[in-house]
């Protein structure tokens, strides 16, 4: 019997040997549903799009093959089918669906050829379940590549460079109509903005959605983005998008979900705080809604620095012991107001936070208990606020 790994190399050249039977049953699978979307699409796009089909396929079958990576650049015959839907100002997330029912026909007719080539049904099964395994993420990554692609090509065809894009986001900012074709961008979809300190941070959550993306340079060298769609972003995916970034070096910052152009200039207002909070916090990614009370406080200082006087008290005032006691209280709090948790964080013993936690309540006159959430918010302006 043949062991999995042979197996799997006579099925793969099994397939190309027919790759020609391959590609026309996966093109044909999308061209059908890009035809049922919109029946003037052109014979160009249609042979654009079965030589991508073509190039993805054999891809996709030297990576089972020589066990490579991720592809890391655009597959030439892809990168002219980007170009092509530019000039034909075809929209290239008709594609999307599309490509997903395309693959299911790769993986059938993949099954197709394992059965006929092994004639073990438990072997031809591990095959398949083992080149799954190996090709996980290789669409995905084509699909993302192909995305950035388009955002490129559009913007070229449209004549839009760095400045200009930038010149037009500024001037929606500011309440001024824009023609949608200087953006390379729809905006009277579903917003969510983004702020980011770098592209490639930006680039980290970008790739795990299929919205739309809109990016320029911030002119203080940070990045500005906006992912749109005709439906509004669900919650799940925005607290993925979120809990993605945390574990990364990323700083992002999100606004939050808004409509049209008035709702383009709320969220990435929202966006622009919550980074601000984020730097102040040393979080590396932060969604508006999580610091609204926060942000809330700090937008007036005055108000800000009475809030602090009113639920600190005495705690507020400066020295290494306050200091060493706001720590202390601030642990105690966002661990759920867990003594065990709060030593662990500030790697001290048990009875020294219990005596840390007894002076600070002592300070602010009243219990922690009693007011929890205001006093975390307090300590956490506080820290703010001494910051340079």
């Known amino acids: 019997m043949l062991d999995e790994h042979g197996a799997a190399a006579d099925v793969v050249e099994a397939v190309e040997a027919e790759?020609?039977?391959?590609?026309?049953?996966?093109?044909?699978?999308v061209m059908a549903r890009v035809q049922a979307a919109d029946s003037e699409s052109s014979a160009a796009l249609h042979e654009a799009l079965r030589r991508g089909v073509t190039s993805g396929a054999r891809d996709a079958l030297a990576?089972?093959?020589?066990?490579?990576?991720?592809?890391?650049?655009?597959?030439?015959?892809l990168l002219e089918l980007a170009r092509l839907c530019a000039d034909l100002r075809f929209d290239p997330t008709r594609f999307t669906d599309a490509w997903l029912a395309g693959e299911e026909v790769f993986w059938d007719r993949l099954q197709v050829v394992a059965e006929r080539t092994l004639g073990d049904t438990a072997l031809c099964w591990d095959v398949i379940k083992a080149a799954r395994v190996r090709l996980r993420g290789h669409s995905a990554r084509l699909s993302e590549l192909f995305r950035r692609a388009c955002e490129q090509e559009f913007a070229r065809v449209a004549g839009i460079d760095g400045n200009s894009r930038l010149g037009?986001?500024?001037?929606?900012?500011?309440?001024?109509?824009?023609?949608?074709?200087e953006l390379g961008y729809d905006l009277a979809c579903h917003h969510i903005a983004l702020v980011a300190d770098a592209s490639p941070s930006l680039d980290a959550v970008v790739g795990r959605t299929e919205r739309q993306l809109l990016r320029v340079q911030a002119p203080d060298g940070g990045i500005w983005g906006w992912l749109g769609g005709r439906t509004r972003i669900s919650e799940a995916e925005l607290d993925a998008l979120i809990a993605s970034q945390?574990?990364?070096?990323?700083?992002v910052a999100l606004g939050e979900?808004?409509?049209?152009?008035?709702?383009?200039?709320?969220s990435?207002?929202?966006?622009?705080?919550?980074?601000a909070v984020a730097v102040a916090t040393k979080q590396r990614a932060v969604r508006f809604a999580d610091l609204r009370l926060l942000i809330a406080v700090l937008r007036d200082g005055d108000l800000a620095k009475g809030f602090v006087e009113r639920e600190l008290g005495e705690l507020d005032r400066p020295g290494e012991r306050m200091r060493e006691l706001r720590e202390t209280l601030r642990a105690y709090l966002e661990h759920s107001q867990s003594v065990s948790a709060a030593a662990a964080v500030r790697r001290r013993d048990r009875k020294t936070i219990e005596r840390q936690l007894r002076s600070a309540e002592q300070l602010i006159r009243h219990r922690v208990s009693d007011r929890s959430d205001e006093v975390l918010v307090a300590l956490r302006v506080a820290d703010i606020l001494q910051q340079p």
């Not at 020609?20 to 699978?29: E, K, N, R, T, Y």
């Not at 037009?168 to 074709?181: I, N």
């Not at 990435?268 to 980074?275: G, I, R, V």
């Open 246 to 251: 945390r574990s990364s070096d990323a700083r």
């Open 268 to 275: 990435h207002q929202q966006a622009l705080e919550a980074k």
């Open 168 to 181: 037009a986001v500024l001037r929606v900012l500011d309440g001024q109509w824009v023609d949608p074709g």
């Open 63 to 77: 990576r089972l093959r020589s066990q490579a990576e991720l592809p890391e650049q655009l597959l030439p015959d």
């Open 257 to 266: 979900p808004a409509e049209g152009i008035a709702g383009f200039a709320v």
């Open 19 to 29: 790759l020609d039977v391959l590609v026309a049953s996966v093109a044909d699978s």
